[in-house]
């Protein structure tokens, strides 16, 4: 088995995999969850399907993965929004939060192991602070507000190639999301606003920065240095550059050993974002009929380190993928299942379930999807061609390798791999009814399988007729 390898945005290189354990089998990984203030759209979705790739990736490979993905329930976002709508920090926060849970389902993203809370995390956020005033890398304002005193801690650019010369002595930011301020003291604790959620602290009322909370619950939960901490490539500046000073000022370690970025998806050459009302949520897009696993085979298809152009026409080419997956899938299972083959023919390693070592090569190269996605057409293409002739043994070494695609895709094109008897029986007898051809009987048939849920494909002259189960958007007959 050859190197895994991923680009790494401290280093700025493409570098061997080589997890902290010392017998190489537990990776952890954080990635910096929802700010649970609206729906999350497809663009967000972009960055936590390419994570959950990487995830499935390195469990392919037998790592066992402690996922940790936060869920920031208090920032400047998450209060404003509950203000505007009236509603307790806790009602709003939750209402999208559940919200998020069931989008990641749909998508059929794995669900992380831990899924903290910034607002449970309190006790941890407010150990880290008192940390960073101890060792004076924190300073606390007249207000009771406390900030990070960023001209101390000699790496901070670091990450996101910024110099300090921008600085100015003495300037403060406090809003959670800035760009220009480079070198700005940015705050860990605010003092708390009249109407605002707080919480007590040993400076008075208040509530942390977004920054500290993924400082506190990454580190509560995975130690003090972590294998990979992934993103979308806007949280490089300034979370995770300040995550790095606040953390690795306050333990004297690295904090992170491989930072991973997504970069944006775009619509028109520009950010999909919140603010530039540009954006789908994954429920506008469900709502316009597309399936959503075109939805994640679309956000997959494209290498994370490329931008994503999104367009519905993008969307419908990623459908016709998915048809084509399917397609095979149950052209391989159909065979299986209603043709008479004899037991031992054909070859069933040629196609086992490991994927290939083509397609394993790309991903071990940065996850490099473009290199996989064309191996698994030009697969594919040719699993089509040799179907025919395939063998008992054949058939189940292809049933296999989409059960290791799915393994990898998620795309859930093997999850059903029996014909119900009924549904078989059925099936023959349309054939012998065409065979004689009483259409009138067929056609009876094939409403009577369609009611059971499943389509009839029929076969070019000589070849069987096949079925599959009804499962996608397009297979229902409008
Ligand atoms: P947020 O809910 O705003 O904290 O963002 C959640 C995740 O989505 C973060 O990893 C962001 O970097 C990422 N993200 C935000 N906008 C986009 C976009 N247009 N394309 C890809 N990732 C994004
Ligand atoms: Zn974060």
Known sequence: MSEIKFYDTLQAKVREFRPLDPRGKEVTLYTCGPTVYNYAHIGNFRTFVFEDLLRRFLEFRGFSVRHVMNVTDVDDK??????????????????YTQAFLEDMKTLRMLSPGIQPL????????????????????AYVADDGSVYYRVARFEKYGQLSKKKLDGNIAGARVDVDEYEKEEGADFVLWKAAKEGEPSWDSPWGKGRPGWHIECSAMCMRHLGETVDIHAGGEDLVFPHHENEIAQSEAATGKPFVNYWLHAKHLLVNGEKMSKSKGNFFTLRDLLAKGYDPMAIRYALLSVHYRHSLNFTLDGL??????????????????SRLCVLNLPEKMGNEAAYDGAIGPELERSLEDDLNMAGFVAHMLEHITHLNKVLPSMGRLDLRGCVKFFKGLDGLLGLD?????????????????????????????????????EGGGWLVKDGRPGEPSTVKKIRRTWDVKK
């Open 78 to 95: 998450t209060i404003a929004g509950a203000a505007r709508e009236k509603k307790t920090l806790r009602d709003y926060t939750a209402f």
């Open 316 to 333: 419908k080419e990623a459908g016709e993928v998915i048809k084509k997956l399917d397609d095979c899938y149950w052209q391989c299972l």
């Open 118 to 137: 910034a607002t449970e995390s309190i006790p941890d956020i407010l150990t880290l602070v008192r940390k960073l005033l101890e060792q004076e890398y």
């Open 413 to 449: 094109i093997a999850a059903v791999d029996s014909i119900p008897e009924d549904i078989k029986t059925a099936l023959g007898q349309y054939s012998e009814a065409r065979k004689a051809k009483d259409f009138s009987r067929s056609d009876t048939l094939r409403k009577g399988i």
